[in-house]
Nanobody
Framework: QVQLVESGGGSVQFGGSLRLSCTAS????????MGWYRQAPGNQRELVAS???????NYTESVKGRFTITRGNAKNTVYLQMSSLKPEDTAVYYC???????????????WGQGTQVTVSS
């Protein structure tokens, strides 16, 4: 059984930093890409950043230059370093594994349980 476990959320003041971590565990054969999405109250879930198995990254415009996504050496861990945080970054952040293929051959997306990030002004 595959699980994505996130950590690192919390509360910071405007301009502060946080680092989110997510590790995928289970009978994993490969993962095409991992990423972070966020959802603020009343809003749709949106992509924040993603990184492929070839380390190609993609960021939503509002976080470019402030957030950095990286993957661990084992490729089943992803980090999101968030700096210069703003109140509008406040949301629940969800880890996503895109195109995760298990040892058994099944392939689909997986989601973490979400971690709250709150930025106060």
């Amino acid at each position: 059984q595959v699980q994505l476990v996130e950590s690192g959320g919390g509360s910071v003041q405007f301009g502060g930093s946080l680092r989110l971590s997510c590790t995928a565990s289970g009978n994993i054969f490969s993962i095409y890409a991992m990423g972070w999405y966020r959802q603020a109250p009343g809003n749709q879930r949106e992509l924040v950043a993603s990184i492929t198995y070839q380390d190609k990254t993609n960021y939503t415009e509002s976080v470019k230059g402030r957030f950095t996504i990286t993957r661990g050496n084992a490729k089943n861990t992803v980090y999101l370093q968030m700096s210069s945080l703003k109140p509008e970054d406040t949301a629940v952040y969800y880890c996503n594994a895109d195109g995760l293929t298990t040892v058994g051959g099944d392939s689909r997306d997986y989601w973490g349980q979400g971690t709250q990030v709150t930025v106060s002004s």
